[in-house]
């Protein structure tokens, strides 16, 4: 089997660490973080192209955020390396349609924090995709399968993906290197649409994390793209 067929069959047969994670105890993770142990598939498993590695953050929305309160807040929840690691993973976290409260659950690429300010992703930004209520457990599983199947087409271009449960409406993100290059931008929305299925007339914003580190906001004041 090739990793894109495969990463629709679970197989729970394997025995890499893991973290779980469920409501009543993610706030008493310690932060953690990047380790040095090298992830690696284990035998006959298919690997990824690249590693992966969850987080995890939740904050209390009457509190203003900054970057230092938003590190401590995030937490690692495991790096995956193979399609069978990734499956055994992600079938022990919560859905993201049953996080309450200000959620955010992140796969990025290992190495690279979600994180405006980090090093990858400083001249980057990100495609927006707000959803009414009940919709975030599958598009967030459905985007997750285009990234690590390599649907985007983009090279290096995709850093990471991020579902944002808020009170009102859930974001879905995806986080690419360079803001600017249009060409690769337009082929990640374009990518989008199809991957989830998206209606014609869904709105679709844009922000650089260079404006988001201006008006220290992720969601307001987006460019729209229809």
């Not at 932060?31 to 598939?41: F, I, R, Y």
């Not at 495991?78 to 993973?89: R, Y």
């Not at 309450?100 to 927006?128: R, V, Y």
Request: hydrophobic share 30%.
């Amino acid at each position: 089997r090739n990793t894109r067929t495969s990463l629709k069959d679970k197989d729970t047969h394997t025995h890499t660490h893991t973290h779980t994670l469920n409501q009543s105890h993610s706030h008493t993770h310690r932060h953690t973080h990047m380790h040095s142990l090298m992830v690696t598939p284990g035998a006959g498993e298919h690997p990824l192209q690249y590693n992966y590695t969850f987080w995890y953050s939740r904050r209390t929305p009457s509190r203003p955020a900054n970057t230092q309160s938003y590190e401590q807040n995030i937490r690692q929840m495991g790096t995956v390396a193979s399609v069978e690691q990734f499956w055994k993973l992600y079938s022990h976290l919560v859905r993201p349609g049953d996080l309450t409260g200000h959620s955010d659950f992140h796969l990025f690429k290992e190495g690279i924090k979600p994180m405006w300010e980090d090093e990858a992703n400083k001249n980057g930004g990100k495609w927006i995709i707000r959803l009414r209520k009940g919709l975030a457990s599958r598009f967030w599983e459905n985007i997750i399968l285009a990234m690590l199947g390599e649907q985007f087409m983009v090279g290096e271009e995709i850093c990471g993906v991020v579902v944002s449960i808020r009170f009102q409406e859930d974001i879905l993100s995806i986080w690419n290197k360079t803001a600017s290059d249009q060409v690769t931008t337009s082929r990640i929305r374009d990518t989008l649409r199809r991957v989830l299925n998206l209606p014609p007339n869904t709105i679709m914003e844009y922000k650089t994390h260079n404006d988001s580190l201006k008006d220290n906001s992720s969601f307001r004041n987006t460019k729209i793209a229809l």
